[in-house]
Nanobody, 122 residues
Framework: QVHLVESGGGLVQAGGSLRLSCVVS????????VGWYRQAPGKQREVVAYIGSSGYTAYADAVKGRFIISRDNRKNTVHLQMNSLKPEDTAVYYC????????????????WGQGTQVTVSS
């Protein structure tokens, strides 16, 4: 079973930056795609960005040009560098791992971690 531990969230002013990290265990990290997701109060969980085993990346339109996803296969870790943060980025952020065919659809993934809260003040 995949085990996920997210960290790096916090409170930041609009325009600021945060770097999230997620350590993944219980799966062969280097062979899986990994992604970041977020869920704001009263809203469904949505994909933010994901990176394939080959390094292919994809981003939600709302974060393109501001967020950068990266992975470190030696440390089984995925990062999300978030720049130019906006109040609408406020949410609990989660990571997950799985096949590329599933990684863009949160409902197709299991074993969610606790997430890390990101709050952007205006």
């Amino acid at each position: 079973q995949v085990h996920l531990v997210e960290s790096g969230g916090g409170l930041v002013q609009a325009g600021g930056s945060l770097r999230l990290s997620c350590v993944v265990s219980g799966t062969i990290f280097s062979l899986n795609s990994v992604g970041w997701y977020r869920q704001a109060p009263g809203k469904q969980r949505e994909v933010v960005a994901y990176i394939g085993s080959s390094g292919y990346t994809a981003y939600a339109d709302a974060v393109k040009g501001r967020f950068i996803i990266s992975r470190d296969n030696r440390k089984n870790t995925v990062h999300l560098q978030m720049n130019s943060l906006k109040p609408e980025d406020t949410a609990v952020y989660y990571c997950n791992a799985g096949p590329l065919s599933h990684i863009g659809t949160p409902s197709r993934l299991n074993s969610w971690g606790q997430g890390t809260q990101v709050t952007v003040s205006s």
